[in-house]
Nanobody, 121 residues
Framework: QLVESGGGLVQAGGSLRLSCVAS????????MGWFRQAPGNERDFLAI???????HVANSVKGRFTISRDNTKNTVYLQMNSLKPEDTAVYYC?????????????????WGQGTQVTVSS
């Protein structure tokens, strides 16, 4: 089970840090990803942290978003800086046993319920 938190309303230019806590004892062996979905849009990939520690951030948010994980807390984070109104969406974390680029949301077997992020102009 994955539970996201940290969403909310923020002004443009502000920052938020999303957290996703996973239940279970094998968190460290999973690749963890963040996605977002705006109304009427597809669910888009944002960032991934592989179990070995390697990370990758989508070009669309590179330089503004950072992914990290703390295996001792079974938690993955998404730090979002310089937020823009177009970042408004529901943000989801997801877990996968194995993910090979290109990243596909269908590779992820477990999903959180999502947390709303709203950026006002």
């Amino acid at each position: 089970q994955l539970v996201e938190s940290g969403g909310g309303l923020v002004q443009a230019g502000g920052s938020l840090r999303l957290s996703c806590v996973a239940s279970g004892r094998t968190f460290s062996s999973y690749a963890m990803g963040w996605f977002r979905q705006a109304p009427g849009n597809e669910r888009d990939f944002l960032a991934i942290s592989w179990s070995a520690g390697t990370t990758h951030v989508a070009n669309s948010v590179k330089g503004r978003f950072t992914i990290s994980r703390d295996n001792t807390k079974n938690t993955v984070y998404l730090q979002m800086n310089s937020l823009k109104p177009e970042d408004t969406a529901v943000y989801y974390c997801a877990a996968a046993r194995s993910v090979i680029p290109p990243i596909d949301k269908n590779d992820f077997s477990s999903w959180g319920q999502g947390t709303q992020v709203t950026v006002s102009s």
